[in-house]
Every structure is written in C-alpha cells, then in structure tokens.
Nanobody
C-alpha cells in the first residue's frame, strides 16, 4: 500500500523560502513520476510541478516557473519542492502525488498525501 507524507510547510513572509518534503512508502518509488499540487481556500486543486521517475526531467506551472524547484532522491524515497521568492498567492495546502507512470504529467495521478499548509504573509 502506498503512503505519502508531506512535511515542511509553515508560515513565511513574502520573498521567503520553504522546502517541502514528501516521504513515500510502498513499492517501487523509483518507477513512478511524482508531482506537487496545491489547493487554496475556495479554489480547485491545481498542478504545481512534476518530475519523471529518474529525476532527469521536470516541468512547472507557469505561476511558479523560475521560483520553485522539484527534485527527488530515489535512495531516500523522497520528493522535494524548493519554494523561493514566495508570494501571498502561493498560500495553499500543498499535496504530493504519485503518477500512474514514469513520465512527467500534469494530471495522471492515483495516490495522494494528506497535504501540508503553506502560508505566505505580506
């Protein structure tokens, strides 16, 4: 059974940084692409970033491109989201997710964590 546990959220001022982690338990972490999503109050969950199974290819939503960086450590079964130059509009619950396959994707995910709150104050 797959379990995803996010950590690293918190409150930070505009322009600050946070690093989210997602610990994966279950089979074959290194066989799957991973992604980060977020959901702000009153909004639908939205795609943030994705990384392929090897960690060699990444992709980002336009809203975070150049500020956020996704990475993974397959030896530690962990995926990360480094968030820099944070803005109040980045405030949301952030979720990590496991894809159904190896390639980067914005939408094809079948396992989700419980989320971690990120709050950016102005």
């Amino acid at each position: 059974q797959v379990q995803l546990v996010e950590s690293g959220g918190g409150m930070v001022q505009t322009g600050g940084s946070l690093r989210l982690s997602c610990a994966y338990s279950g089979r074959s972490f290194s066989d799957y692409a991973m992604g980060w999503f977020r959901q702000a109050p009153g909004h639908q969950r939205e795609y943030v970033a994705t990384i392929n199974y090897r960690g060699s290819i990444t992709a980002y939503a336009d809203s975070v491109k150049g500020r956020f960086s996704i990475s993974r450590d397959n030896a530690k079964n962990t995926v990360y989201l480094q968030m820099n130059f944070l803005k109040p509009e980045d405030t949301a619950v952030y979720y990590c997710a496991r894809s159904r396959g190896r390639l980067t994707t914005r939408s094809d995910y079948d396992n989700w964590g419980q989320g971690t709150q990120v709050t950016v104050t102005s």
